[in-house]
């Protein structure tokens, strides 16, 4: 059976060592890191997520604003904000929730945040500093993911890794992560053919796929490592559950170790989105970024 890889008590873990790292900050350089959340309109979920990521911003001691917009906010108005914000010192950290009512274009907004306070990472000066190897803010989730496997495996250097999905938000920067970890990365999607046998090949897993219990513990190298990224609700026994990319019933039998869903990556986004807000911090006041 797998060892299973508890996503929960390893953020937990992660937020304690923040709040340490910004009581510090406070006292020796009289910073105190903070993150600004944008919502525009009543997304059930996104409500949720947003009142989360304030909670949790608040418990490591970090300043937290949020902006709630209605969800007819004209364009140039949710821009005006994000310009605000750019020019507010005591913001370091900018995270506008995705998705965007359908009138606003959210490449533009997501382009007009500062790349220095692009906490999320989404930016296209991010996304082409992490692609040459610069340093440079890294979108949450991958970080986490990249954080557990290597939690579990210590260096990652020379494992075959297979990334199922190629979005922007997850499979492509998880898949520059691995490499930068040294790892010989393949990355999958829908066009890849006999996708079993290309997961076969992997020491570790990482799924990103949002498809139900897709990969089965029959398509994975004994012993594998796996990392499931996807969170799907679905019906079963006529209630509502949560449920990865990955059959874990089937796959907990073959690998090495496993993330579960819930408690696995989930609960890593936000704890990383903490991480990246004190990085944006220290990067904006010249100080050396703290160990968390
Ligand atoms: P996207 O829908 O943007 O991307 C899915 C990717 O999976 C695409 O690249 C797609 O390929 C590929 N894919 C779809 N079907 C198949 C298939 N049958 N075989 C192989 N590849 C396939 O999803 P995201 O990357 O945004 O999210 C992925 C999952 O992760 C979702 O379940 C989501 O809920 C979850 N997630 C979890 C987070 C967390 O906090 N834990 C945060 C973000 C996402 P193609 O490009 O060819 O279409």
Same mark, same amino acid.
């Given at each position: ?69 209605? /969800?007819?906010?004209?364009? &140039? #108005? $949710?821009? %005006?904000? =994000? ?6 010192? *005591?913001?370091? @950290? ?93 990355? /999958?999607?829908?066009?890849? &053919? #006999? $996708?079993? %046998?290309? =997961? ?6 990482? *799924?990103?796929? @949002? ?82």
């Amino acid at each position: 059976m797998a060892k299973i890889i508890d996503g929960k008590a390893y953020a937990e873990g992660l937020r304690g060592r923040i709040g340490k790292a910004v009581a510090a900050l406070m006292s020796e350089h009289g910073l105190t890191p903070g993150l600004a959340v944008v919502l525009v309109g009543e997304d059930p979920a996104s409500k949720v997520y947003v009142a989360n990521k304030a909670k949790q911003t608040v418990e490591v001691g970090m300043n937290s604003w949020e902006h709630k917009l209605p /969800a007819d906010t004209p364009e &140039k #108005d $949710l821009l %005006a904000l =994000v310009e605000k914000l750019n020019n507010d010192p *005591a913001v370091h @950290g900018i995270l506008v929730q995705l998705p965007l009512p359908g009138h606003i274009d959210s490449t533009k907004v997501l382009t007009a945040i500062s790349p220095a306070k692009d906490v999320d990472g989404f930016h296209v000066v991010n996304v082409g500093k992490l692609s040459t190897g610069q340093d440079s803010l890294v979108p949450c989730t991958p970080v986490g993911s990249v954080m557990l496997a290597k939690d579990v495996l210590g260096k990652l250097d020379g494992l075959e890794a297979v990334v199922i999905g190629r979005s922007n938000i997850v499979g492509k920067p998880v898949a520059q992560l691995l490499l930068a970890e040294n790892c010989t990365v393949t990355i /999958a999607h829908s066009k890849t &053919k #006999d $996708l079993p %046998a290309v =997961v076969r090949r992997a020491d570790l897993v990482i *799924a990103a796929v @949002g498809r139900p219990e897709m990969v089965k513990g029959d398509w994975l190298k004994p012993g594998a490592t796996v990392i499931d990224v996807g969170i799907n609700r679905i019906e079963r026994d006529g209630k509502g559950k949560l449920v990865g990319d990955c059959d874990y019933a089937s796959c907990e039998k073959v690998a090495g170790a496993i993330t579960p869903v819930p408690g696995g990556v989930g609960p890593m986004t936000i704890a990383c989105l903490l991480y990246n807000t004190v990085k944006a911090a220290c990067a904006a006041k010249g100080i050396p970024q703290p160990e968390m």
